[in-house]
């Protein structure tokens, strides 16, 4: 399923060539290794480089189901395939187990499973 969704916005050029997480060859490694040298190269001809670092380490935690299921709609997905992700998002639920005992179920509204 993920390779539908990369060609679908590869296809529709709604996914940047610049993008390097979940792509064929691109990682955080090549990301990296792309922006050293962009840096080296500025700093080369006399540019100033400015550098901001977000932390996204928990960024999926947060994506809310009914938003993603809104803005694959928006971006004109198949429909059976939106309902393929529908139906994995949908009636979640989880709980903690430790030794000690059990939590009560919570249901799951954002996040990836």
């Not at 393929?84 to 009560?104: C, E």
């Amino acid at each position: 399923m993920q390779n539908k969704i990369l060609t679908y916005l590869s296809h529709n050029n709604l996914i940047s060539s610049h993008q390097h997480g979940f792509l064929t060859k691109h990682s955080t490694c090549s990301q990296l290794l792309e922006t050293v040298n962009d840096w080296s190269i500025a700093l080369r001809n006399k540019h100033v480089v400015d550098v901001v670092y977000f932390d996204f380490a928990k960024v999926f935690d947060t994506v809310s189901h009914v938003k993603l299921i809104s803005k694959l709609q928006a971006y004109g997905t198949d429909r059976t395939l939106r309902s393929i992700i529908i139906d994995f998002l949908t009636d979640r639920s989880q709980r903690v187990v430790l030794r000690a005992g059990t939590s009560a179920f919570s249901k799951v509204v954002s996040g990836v499973p």
